[in-house]
């Protein structure tokens, strides 16, 4: 006989999934690792809501963090996410998810100032969007 076993973990996943500015979010870190200034470039949102929800994300499990000094860096913990969000884009027929292009220039952190360029380089895999015009901060 079959486990009646309710999927709770897997609705708790959904829930964590089903807010935009989340897809968002866990759609640039299944990419690429990036720190909290990195999400503000890329989104141009305030850094006290992209932590909420990284909070969110966090305790679903769904990213990893690393710290370096005194930035945290963010990354999916399955990448396969990406392809998860990439599949239900082009579900519904959205063009993209509204996400900026990286700008290593609109980022203070330490990798950005040093390198002069985003974390983990361009993003080929999705489509372009118009790209971030403001300077994020921690």
């Avoid at 994300?57 to 860096?73: D, K």
């Avoid at 913990?77 to 220039?105: A, F, Y």
Wanted: aromatic share 4%.
């Amino acid at each position: 006989m079959p486990s009646r076993r309710m999927p709770v973990r897997e609705a708790d996943l959904f829930k964590a999934l089903g807010h935009p500015v989340r897809l968002q979010i866990l759609w640039i870190l299944a990419h690429e690792e990036a720190c909290v200034c990195h999400l503000e470039a890329r989104l141009r949102m305030r850094q006290a809501y992209l932590s909420q929800q990284l909070a969110v994300l966090r305790e679903a499990g769904l990213v990893a963090e690393r710290r370096m000094g005194t930035y945290i860096y963010y990354r999916a913990r399955n990448p396969q996410v990406g392809e998860l969000i990439e599949l239900v884009r082009k579900s519904t027929g959205s063009p993209d998810l509204g996400v900026g292009e990286p700008n290593p220039s609109a980022c203070s952190c330490p990798r950005c100032v040093v390198l002069g360029q985003p974390l983990a380089g361009a993003m080929h895999s999705r489509p372009r969007s118009t790209a971030a015009a403001s300077k994020g901060s921690r």
